[in-house]
Each structure stands twice: as structure tokens, then as C-alpha cells.
């Protein structure tokens, strides 16, 4: 399957601890990379590889993985943590890429 | 500073061809995959496709093969969507965003990773009649 699943929105109260996760069989043999979009904005990177973050990214922001489930994880969620939130690896083929579902992550 | 900047977008009928193009700036084009992603409105993120750093190699997504096609000029510092047939579902905003690989190994076992670490801020594309 080149299907990457992701639950379509949580909720997290100012401060708390949210995970979100990501499941697709393309996962056991790829790390996901994890994408923080703003309305009106381009996606930006958060998370890739086991648990990296690039420059610039909050270190409340972490990643894991496990099997065929990759999770992104936001803890002391903050206001402008608020976003939709989009998981990507390659498909099982190699050469392609495809996108999760996407999350929508409403901080309370 | 590292940039890209898309253009090219706008109102096209149905049916009808549109070639998007994505400036690149502040790092070393010929050195890197490119990725062209979509975005409907509303909808989520979709990959489209992506070319090699000489052009030699390119994939795209089955709902776009046979009608779009990747292409680069490296001299240009330029890579290129050229849309034929266009339909309402195209309808979209399209980025581009450089295309980063990499690989990690942990207790024995390798698995790798794939990238978009820079981002044009996306040009829309409208089909319709």
C-alpha cells in the first residue's frame, strides 16, 4: 500500500502533551518526515529520520516510530503550535513519496 | 539566503496547458532532487513528482503521468511543471521544495529518509471554464 494514514484532528489543551500518528506500510522500511502547515503557508519541516529536527524547531517537537507507525510528538503545546500537521515517507515502490492524511491540531 | 519562488500560475479552461516555474537561490541547484506538491483547496498535500539533479530521472504520481511533465534548467537555476490537459480536479496551489535523502541505523537496522527542507511559498492554479 502507498497509503499514509493520520487521524483527521486532535486537540490539545495549552501546555499538555499531544501525539500524533501516522500509518502506512511504506513505514516499516521508511522513517516518515513530519510537516507543520499554517494557513496561508507553505509546509515546514518539524521532524524527519528517527527523531531530527532542523534548525529553528522547538525541541518540544519529537518523532518516533514503531512497525508501520511513525508519531510526532508536541509536548507543552503552545498556541502557535496550532496547524495541520502532515506525515511523508516514499511508497513502497522507492521512487515515489506520498503524503499522510493529515491532522488538524487545535490547541485549547 | 536559500529561496524558491514559484510563477506561472493562473486561470486556465479545461482542457487547456500551463508550464509553472520555480526560481531556486542561495544554494547549489545542480546539486539537488527537486519535488513539485500540490495543495487543493481545503484538501491535503499531495506529491506530484520530483526530478534528479541532471534531469535524468523522474517520477511522478499515476494521476498526473501521461500530462505532466518535470524538467530543469540547471544554467537557469530553474525547475519547470509543464501542465497539458488540465482538468477542474487540478485545481490547486503548487509548490516547489527542494528534495533532501538520507539514511539512519539503529540496533543493527537501516532505514531511510526523505526530505522537503526548503519551500517556494506556492503558486494556484484555477481550471475552469
Known amino acids: 500500500s502507498s497509503e499514509l494514514t493520520q487521524d483527521p484532528a486532535v486537540s490539545v489543551a495549552l501546555g499538555q502533551t499531544v501525539r500524533i500518528t501516522c500509518q502506512g506500510d511504506?513505514?516499516?522500511?521508511?522513517?516518515a518526515s513530519w510537516y507543520q502547515q499554517k494557513p496561508g503557508q507553505a509546509p515546514l519541516l518539524v521532524i524527519y529520520?528517527?527523531?531530527n529536527r532542523p534548525s529553528g524547531i522547538p525541541d518540544r517537537f519529537s518523532g518516533s516510530s514503531s512497525g508501520n507507525t511513525a508519531s510526532l510528538t508536541i509536548t507543552g503545546a503552545q498556541a502557535e503550535d496550532e496547524a495541520d500537521y502532515y506525515c511523508?515517507?516514499?511508497?513502497?515502490?522507492?521512487?515515489?513519496?506520498?503524503f499522510g492524511t493529515g491532522t488538524k491540531v487545535t490547541v485549547l | 539566503e536559500v529561496q524558491l519562488v514559484e510563477s506561472g500560475g493562473g486561470l486556465v479552461q479545461p482542457g487547456g496547458s500551463l508550464r509553472l516555474s520555480c526560481a531556486a537561490s542561495?544554494?547549489?541547484?545542480?546539486?539537488?532532487?527537486m519535488t513539485w506538491v500540490r495543495q487543493a483547496p481545503g484538501k491535503g498535500l499531495e506529491w506530484v513528482g520530483r526530478?534528479?539533479?541532471?534531469?535524468?530521472?523522474?517520477y511522478s504520481v499515476d494521476s498526473v503521468k501521461g500530462r505532466f511533465t518535470i524538467f530543469r534548467d540547471n544554467a537557469k537555476h530553474s525547475v519547470y511543471l509543464q501542465m497539458n490537459s488540465l482538468r477542474a480536479e487540478d485545481t490547486a496551489v503548487f509548490y516547489c521544495?527542494?528534495?533532501?535523502?538520507?539514511?539512519?541505523?539503529?540496533?543493527?537496522?537501516?532505514?531511510?529518509?526523505?526530505?522537503?527542507?526548503?519551500w517556494g511559498q506556492g503558486t494556484l492554479v484555477t481550471v475552469s471554464s
Open positions: 521544495a527542494r528534495d533532501l535523502g538520507g539514511g539512519e541505523c539503529s540496533g543493527g537496522s537501516c532505514s531511510s529518509w526523505n526530505i522537503f527542507d526548503v
Open positions: 542561495g544554494f547549489t541547484f545542480s546539486s539537488y532532487w
Open positions: 526530478i534528479s539533479p541532471d534531469g535524468s530521472e523522474k
Open positions: 511504506s513505514l516499516r522500511n521508511s522513517y
Open positions: 529520520g528517527k527523531n
Open positions: 511523508n515517507s516514499r511508497d513502497t515502490s522507492g521512487n515515489h513519496y506520498v
